[in-house]
């Protein structure tokens, strides 16, 4: 090595070997490519976002004296009050009576993850996780370099003391129970009440948070809605104060993902410890963003989210009817009563990223090979489709293709 120069690799922090590149980041590279049928990213429509009502809203923001000096101008790292009370008011129609001091603004649910990684992680802690789980979680909390031990929510045998011994024996504690509840990313799955009592009652056990990822819950189609793992949470313990639970949620997935801004709620005390990350971190979400999503979910929201419902719903029952049409036996998927998406299981021999190399190469599909959701214990015959951007004619012609290229497959075994 020349003299003087720095060996980067060898000066990173150990939990730089934790962190990895996004395949859904990489994947979403395709939506470049005209050519490809992408069902890979779950990305909210941008034809369906209330652009005229945030367009307003930033005029009606810029064009004020007052306001404009606010939204232009440091701010406190709770987030924006006005925004903070309508979130709180929201949270208390779903069975969840709190106040603002129980709300803080992120950047996005994501950033909320990585703080809540940062507040309860400590090395060689354990996280408990679905299998599979949202990757972007995964990436979150590598940085706090936990381990990750399966969460099983039905069917399985394990007991609070075994989730504490396993933990124990690799050198923690179990730092946080971790899901997304409804229409899960990436199986499109819903977690029974009676799975989420079950769920409230080993953290109590095993005395652990829990983190509810709540981005999907306003996109459900059909079937009955569950009550949040928070609002279960309050009504067992009293109050919000009492809880254990907090709730991650986010306006990416209803109003536009752009302006990053989503908040978690929960405890007071809890809030409180995370707004002294968020000072550390990024000192404020842009005031600016936060007023015009304040104005905008004030005058759109419930009827943003009625159309967005209608318009999503539409193109899963399309992939649904174009999954029965065109994929051989063998190939079985999930049935989401919402969000975006659609979880397939391919014949054993089949590894969903092999598959994705071919399909992207000779039917110019994609879509994120299942591997990529797991913390531990990755399984290969796995693949997660999305239909949130695609149109009618891409979703038949994608899964046909797809279809005829697993068939080739199976065929061939």
């Known amino acids: 090595m020349t003299a003087g120069t720095i060996n980067w690799t060898e000066s990173f922090a ?62 406190v790292s709770e987030g924006y009050l006005p925004l903070r009370r309508w979130i709180a008011g929201q949270m208390a129609r779903q069975g969840v009576p709190c106040t603002e001091a129980n709300v803080m603004i992120t950047a996005g649910s994501q950033q909320g993850l990585d703080f809540i990684g940062k507040l309860f992680l400590s090395p060689g802690d354990t996280a408990l996780v679905t299998a599979p789980t949202y990757l972007g979680a995964l990436q979150a909390f590598n940085a706090y370099e936990p381990r990750y031990d399966r969460l099983t929510l039905e069917g ?46 080993l953290a109590a056990a095993l005395d652990t948070v829990v ?16 009550p949040s793992l928070l609002a279960l949470d309050v009504e067992r313990s009293g109050g919000i104060e009492r809880t254990r639970t907090l709730f991650c949620g986010t306006f990416s997935k ?11 709620c929960g405890a007071a005390e809890v809030i409180a410890k995370l707004v002294l990350v968020k000072q550390a971190a990024d000192l404020h979400c842009a005031t600016i963003n936060q007023m015009v999503m304040h104005e905008v979910a004030e005058k759109v929201f419930e009827p943003q989210v009625a159309r967005i419902r209608e318009a999503y719903r539409q193109r899963r029952d399309l992939m649904l009817a174009a999954l029965a049409r065109h994929m051989p036996a063998g190939v079985s998927w999930t ?79």
């Open 211 to 226: 983190i509810e990822d709540a981005a999907y819950q306003a996109l459900r189609y059909d079937g009955t809605p569950v």
């Open 254 to 264: 209803t109003l536009a993902p752009a302006l990053r801004v989503g908040w978690v």
């Open 335 to 413: 049935r989401p009563e919402g969000g975006m998406f659609v979880w397939v299981t391919l014949p054993a021999h089949i590894d969903g990223a092999a598959l994705l190399a071919r399909a992207v190469g000779e039917c110019r599909v994609a879509f994120v090979p299942g591997k990529a959701f797991y913390g531990e214990g990755a399984v290969g015959n796995k693949l997660r489709l999305s239909y949130s951007l695609s149109n009618e004619a891409a979703i038949n012609e994608g899964i046909a293709r797809l279809g005829g290229l697993i068939g080739s497959l199976a065929a061939a075994a």
């Open 156 to 201: 399985g045998n394990r007991t609070p003391e075994s989730y504490r011994l396993a933990a124990a024996e690799r050198g923690g504690r179990v730092g946080l129970a971790y899901l997304v509840p409804d229409f899960s990313n990436p199986t499109g799955e819903t977690v029974p009440l009676a799975a989420r009592q079950g769920l409230l009652d």
């Open 14 to 75: 150990s939990r730089a070997a934790r962190m990895n590149a996004s395949e859904i980041r990489e994947l979403l590279k395709l939506l470049d490519q005209p050519d490809v049928i992408s069902f890979a990213g779950g990305i909210p429509d941008p034809a369906l976002f209330p652009a005229q009502a945030i367009s307003e809203a930033y005029t009606s923001v810029l064009i004020d004296k007052v306001k404009s000096a606010q939204a232009l101008q440091y701010s």
